[in-house]
């Protein structure tokens, strides 16, 4: 009687120990939701306060920037306005010639810049250039992956080549520029990396299906890389910022088509580098230009799809074959 007498007062105690367990692991996760509310509704405050405050932009002046893409378009325009911040930049082109003409149209008004001819889709010479530039010009503040290119016909006329130095240039180099640059702003807890995608990271479009795969690939990777950082170090500073312009004047979209002209006309490279500037210095993780291009893209997401092809069919805007 003893010996069931004592087993049955060792189970009453483990089955008081188990529920007095129970008891504290379900109190823990009622804390622990509240205060996730509570922090959750905080940060909807602070966000929806933070639309109507003027952002603090970084100054750059005295700083490093380097532009991949600097010979032209965007990438030009990014460097003159940078330098003209005050900002040291590195300009970096697969086209010496354009790329030296960069160079010296910021010389020409007073800026400071250094030009290296890069094919970034070469991932040993990139890495070899990178290091170099380290070791000439110390801690490279702002990377600005700018370099792309964009053929517009339909995936069938796109050739093999076509599609891989798409996915080499607008994408895989990006991989390799992170590499080279990341551990550094990583030890300093500092720095900038942009990243060009694009409103065809936003939206499918056709003629622009290959191309499409790259910008929505770029807008993935920051995402994940934003998370990755953030999970390795709750204080990060490295800000990241993705991009995602609208048809840019560059060359680069050779047939736009839009049905009303006036509301979604090409935008000029000054115009374009003036807003990527501005949301890299502000630290914004995500900017579309126009600016509310990113708004509508959430909230088409919200409506059902065959609603907003109709939509889409009514506004009729997107880039034609370069083929013909």
């Known amino acids: 009687?003893?010996?069931?007498?004592?087993?049955?007062?060792?189970?009453?105690?483990?089955?008081?120990?188990?529920?007095?367990?129970?008891?504290?692991?379900i109190v823990l996760l009622v804390v622990d939701i509240v205060l996730l509310l509570v922090k959750f509704w905080l940060a909807i405050v602070?966000?929806?306060?933070?639309?109507?405050?003027?952002?603090?932009?970084?100054?750059?002046?005295?700083?490093?920037?380097?532009?991949?893409?600097a010979g032209h378009g965007m990438g030009k325009q990014m460097a003159l306005q940078y330098a003209a911040l005050g900002a040291t930049v590195i300009c970096w082109d697969v086209n010496e010639q354009t790329n030296n003409q960069t160079v010296k149209d910021i010389k020409q008004k007073g800026g400071k810049a250094f030009g290296y001819v890069c094919n970034v889709t070469k991932r040993e010479e990139l890495i070899e250039l990178a290091q170099k530039v380290r070791k000439e010009h110390g801690f490279i503040h702002v990377v600005v992956n700018n370099a792309g290119i964009m053929p517009c016909h339909p995936l069938l006329e796109h050739?093999?080549?076509?599609?891989?130095?798409?996915?080499?240039?607008?994408?895989?180099?990006?991989?390799?520029?992170?590499?080279?640059?990341?551990?550094?702003?990583?030890?300093?807890?500092?720095?900038?990396?942009?990243?060009?995608?694009?409103?065809?990271?936003?939206?499918?479009?056709?003629?622009?299906?290959?191309?499409?795969?790259?910008?929505?690939?770029?807008?993935?990777?920051?995402a994940a890389l934003a998370e990755e950082l953030r999970q390795?170090?709750?204080?990060?500073?490295?800000?990241?910022?993705?991009?995602?312009?609208?048809?840019?004047?560059t060359g680069l979209c050779k047939n736009p088509r839009y049905r009303f002209p006036s509301l979604f006309q090409l935008i000029s490279p000054d115009v374009a580098a003036a807003s990527i500037i501005q949301a890299q210095r502000?630290?914004?993780?995500?900017?579309?230009?126009?600016?509310?291009?990113?708004?509508?893209?959430?909230?088409?997401?919200?409506?059902?799809?065959?609603a907003m092809r109709l939509v889409n069919d009514f506004i009729d805007t997107g880039v034609d074959t370069d083929k013909h």
Request: proline residues 4%.
């Open 282 to 306: 502000e630290g914004l993780e995500e900017a579309a230009i126009p600016r509310s291009y990113l708004a509508l893209e959430k909230i088409g997401r919200l409506v059902p799809r065959k």
């Open 46 to 69: 602070e966000s929806i306060v933070g639309l109507f405050q003027t952002k603090l932009q970084e100054n750059v002046s005295g700083k490093f920037v380097l532009i991949t893409g």
């Open 159 to 222: 050739t093999e080549n076509e599609i891989r130095l798409m996915y080499d240039i607008n994408v895989i180099s990006h991989f390799w520029m992170i590499q080279s640059f990341l551990p550094d702003m990583i030890e300093r807890n500092e720095g900038s990396i942009v990243a060009l995608s694009s409103c065809a990271g936003l939206f499918g479009l056709i003629n622009l299906v290959p191309y499409c795969g790259t910008k929505f690939a770029v807008r993935g990777y920051m």
């Open 232 to 249: 390795k170090n709750p204080q990060n500073n490295v800000k990241l910022t993705t991009i995602y312009p609208y048809m840019i004047d």
């Open 1 to 25: 009687m003893s010996k069931v007498s004592q087993s049955a007062g060792n189970n009453a105690n483990g089955t008081s120990a188990t529920n007095s367990s129970d008891i504290y692991n």
